[in-house]
């Protein structure tokens, strides 16, 4: 199999933020690796934008480490190479300084996309220095991190503040899961083959599982994420994400906003969710070590370091299906999947004793992008008619041979994408705004009850509760493993 790599055009990024943790360890090694395979023009340049106080060759020297510490194997040359087409402003972007520079650097007649890599409280002063310094015109384009808004309310003013500058065609709303190589072949599964689409739907697919694992702690961003927890840092965005592929209607062409308008009908469709159906849980200390409360250092915090939820989709399609979604920190393993279970055979031919077994279509993100069917036959060998489940196992590493290496990470994937034009793995406005429509109401239920997750173990499944969400239905979740 050959991979083509199709390079785009000449282009200046700027990166506001250049310097943070995200640029140096995902944004700038990404790039590398796009160059490195050939993506990245001759004329491309790369201009890093923060607040520290260094010269070009400084913010070299910086992405050379970066590149060397995060970007996995790199060839000394080609990251010399690479580099030649970094530059650096030292900026202020709620101040003036720098911004006359930065208006000097940027090219004519070239693409301009503009990363904001800041906290969200810098986006508005941002976009208006870039208009007010006449550096961003009417086709350029601006990429935005994660958070987007902390509800309802600060999403909608973060998206007037930028659309007081930029029009939505030109709004890059990043969410890294959907840069994933099975995140999108999850649509060309179920859009580019027969064999799936008549089976997906409430009359064939019994229940769908989504699950987003890690083994790490809350770490250094224990403030941040005490004042988010893990149903607004990430069920509001990637598991919701991953639900709306998973669920929605063919959209006519693969076109940005064809995807995005079947996205948010998925949205919009689902069920408030009741409050037996959602178990929040936060990891407990363990022997020697500390627990979630320790991390963000607040004794009596009552944000969620885990939350299951049972999610009903109020139309045609899925009707009667439930969506089991659950993501958590410090849990067995490290692994992010959607499970599809298909219903029972109505009848089996063989007899009680021969074993029954359901189709399960299991698609992993990590650690080891793949799919996996599980399919139902006859157990090799004597012993008449017994049967075994096994998995038609398609490992993207197997499948590609060396050319999976060349399969661009989540972030660089998207980059390139900005460069083209192409926002279809970008979130719409109104997308982000409905998913905290959805979220707003369920976090506002448990803070007005006082709900107190419940602990649970490091390294374990998490709280007892989850488990019963599923046992009350007659189900069980797949176990965490890698
Ligand atoms: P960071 O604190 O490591 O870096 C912040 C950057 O902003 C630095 O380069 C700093 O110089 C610059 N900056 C701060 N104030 C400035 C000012 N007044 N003028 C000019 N530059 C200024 O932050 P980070 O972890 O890189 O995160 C950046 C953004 O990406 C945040 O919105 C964060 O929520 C989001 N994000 C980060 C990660 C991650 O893994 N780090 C993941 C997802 C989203």
Known sequence: MVSRVIPVDEFDLVIFGGTGDLARRKILPGLYRRFASGQMPAGARIIGAARSDMDADGYRQMIADAVAEFGGTHDPAVLKDFLAHLDYVAIDAKGTDGWAELGSKVRDGVIHAFYFSVAPSLFGDIAQRLKEHGIAGDASRIVVEKPFGHDLGTAK????????????????RIDHYLGKETVQNLMAVRFGNMLFEPLWNSNYVDNIQITVAETVGVGGRGSYYDHSGAM?????????????????????KFDPDAVRDEKLKVIRAL????PHHVVRGQYAATEGGTGYRDD???????????????????????????????????????????????????HSIFGEDAGWNRNVLTIKLQPNEGMTLDVTIKEPGPGGMRLIDVPLDMSFAEALGPDAEDIPDAYERLIMDVIRGNQTLFMRGDEVEAAWAWTDPLIAGWEKRGEVPQPYDAGSSGPEDAMMLMHRDGRKWREIRT
């Open 271 to 274: 069920d408030p969710v009741a």
């Open 232 to 252: 607004r840092d990430m069920v509001q965005n990637h598991l919701m994400q991953l639900l709306c592929l998973i669920a929605m209607e063919p959209p006519a």
């Open 296 to 346: 963000v250092e607040n004794p009596r915090s009552r944000t969620e370091s885990f939350v299951a939820l049972r999610v009903g989709i109020a139309n045609w399609r899925w009707a009667g299906t439930p969506f089991y979604l659950r993501t958590g920190k410090k849990l067995r393993a490290r692994t992010s999947e959607i499970a599809i279970t298909f219903k029972d055979a109505p």
């Open 157 to 172: 003013a973060l998206n007037a503040t930028l659309a007081a500058y930029f029009d939505e065609g030109q709004i890059y």
